[in-house]
Each structure stands twice: as C-alpha cells, then as structure tokens.
C-alpha cells in the first residue's frame, strides 16, 4: 500500500517504494500493481556479499553465524567505507564493470570492523535507490518491510534503519514472498474482500527497529563519502575490468619458463 517501502535481502537486495501514481526515476524500474506503482528494483549483490566476506576470512558453517561472530569483536572508531559492487550492479545503474572496495584500511582495523562496513554498504546501496525512488514519486515512506534471509540479523536490521533513516519491521513470516503469493491467491477465491484486507489479517509484524538520532550526523557523512567513492571509483573500476585482457604475464597467472 501507498507509504510503504519493502526491502527483500537474500543473495541479492530487492528494494521498492510504493506510490498511488506513475513515477519514472533513472535506473529504477517502474510497474503498475492496478493503480499501485512500484518504483525501485533488483541490485546485484546483498547477503551475499557477507558470505563472501565470511569466507574470506575463514568462517565456516551458517553464514548468519558466522556474520554474528564477526560482528561481536571489538569496532575501531574510524569507520570504513564498503562499495559492495563485487559483482557489478543493476539498480540503479545497471553497470556491469562495477567493482567493489573498501576504503579508509588502516592496521588497527580488525575483522569485525570489515563485517560492519559490509552491512554498512549494503545499506548506503538501499538509501540510494530509496531516496531515488521517493523524490520521482513526490512521498517520503513511513516504514520499510524488510524480509528475506538477512532480515533474521538485528544488527542489519538497525543498520538499515539508522542509515536510511526509515523504521525497519520484520515480520513473523520467514519467507515474505510466500506469503504474498498466498495473499493473492485467497483474495482472487474470495476468501478476503481486497489485498488490503488480506494483509491486514495476515501479516504480523514481529519486530521493529527504529533509526538512533544519535547515529544519523555520523551515518550521513559515511554515506555522503559512499557516494563521493562511487563517483571516483567508476571508471577505475571499468579500467581494471579492461586490464584483465593484457594480464596473462602477470606472476599467478603466467605459465613458468620451461627449464633450461
């Protein structure tokens, strides 16, 4: 319904603002739901990017688990910033060659502040295409259902809540996406009057999270240099997509001399 917005995190992030009229915003997708306009769209990376992460740091078993585990160590004072782009994006700019980064590594940065700067990115990537999305559709939302697979983690939770500024709620539903299909079903046989009514007795919301005043002037700076980074970063990222044409040489790539 109008005044919503719905984040689904799995391996990748889905992210929507709902709106009573047409609304077109560059890199965003625009779908009519009879008369409830959807604007917002697929990336291209989300948990997956904490799952890259674990592994790259050894972790082993449940993903989630070992997330939590990285997160309980001790956070530096000097944020990070993560471009999450380890796979190129699609909303909004359905950019390929995109890479991702971190920035700001220092020697006293540990583990857990890299599992911080990952779920901190991902949540910059979905401020961007809300805002996006609310300034094409003239409304600002009044909370974000987040769903999926990461939605299970509080501190994502929070995260996302405190950065884009937004309450985040979580529902009782483990899969939010079934649960929708049902809603429709049962409303196409009759069993509800409307989707509206359908979801009103069919939803429960298990949990919310409100943004931290405290939080927000430094979340607005970290996101203010995330955006400044993926500016800067673009078209090195599209050079070194480029590069890898000429690396064969290169030591771990080239194939040794025979003996002589």
């Known amino acids: 319904r109008p005044g919503y917005a719905y984040n689904i995190s799995g ?3 889905v992210l929507g603002v709902l709106g009573p009229e047409e ?23 989300g948990a997956d990017t904490a799952a890259w992460l674990a592994g790259l740091l050894g972790g082993k078993g449940h993903i989630g688990e070992s ?3 990285l997160l309980a160590g001790p956070r530096h004072p000097q944020p990070l910033i993560f471009l999450p782009y380890l796979q190129g994006e699609r909303v909004p700019y359905w950019d390929p060659n995109l890479r991702g980064a971190f920035i700001g590594l220092g020697r006293k940065h540990s583990p857990t502040d890299l599992a911080y700067a990952v779920l901190e990115g991902v949540a910059c990537q979905n401020r961007l295409v809300l805002e996006r999305a609310e300034g094409a559709l003239g409304t600002r939302v009044d909370e974000i259902r987040f769903g999926g697979g990461a939605a299970a983690n509080p501190v ?23 649960l929708g299909a049902a809603i429709i079903a049962w409303t196409g046989l009759g069993r509800f009057a409307s989707l509206e009514a359908a979801q009103d007795a069919l939803v429960t919301i ?3 999270y409100e943004p931290d005043p405290a939080r927000r002037p430094a979340y607005n700076a ?7 980074s993926e500016a800067a970063l673009a078209p090195i990222s599209a050079a070194l997509v480029a590069l890898q044409q000429n690396t064969a040489a290169l030591p771990g790539l080239a194939k040794p001399a025979s003996a002589t």
């Open 206 to 208: 298990a949990r919310r």
């Open 67 to 69: 997330i939590e585990r």
């Open 11 to 13: 391996t990748t992030e």
């Open 222 to 228: 970290l996101y203010a240099l995330y955006r400044q």
């Open 156 to 178: 994502w939770a929070q995260v996302k809540a405190d950065i884009c500024g937004r309450p985040i709620a979580v529902g009782v539903a483990k899969e939010p996406g079934l």
């Open 23 to 45: 609304a077109d915003a560059e890199g965003l997708i625009s779908v009519d739901w009879r008369g409830l306009w959807h604007l917002g769209g697929p990336s291209q990376n």
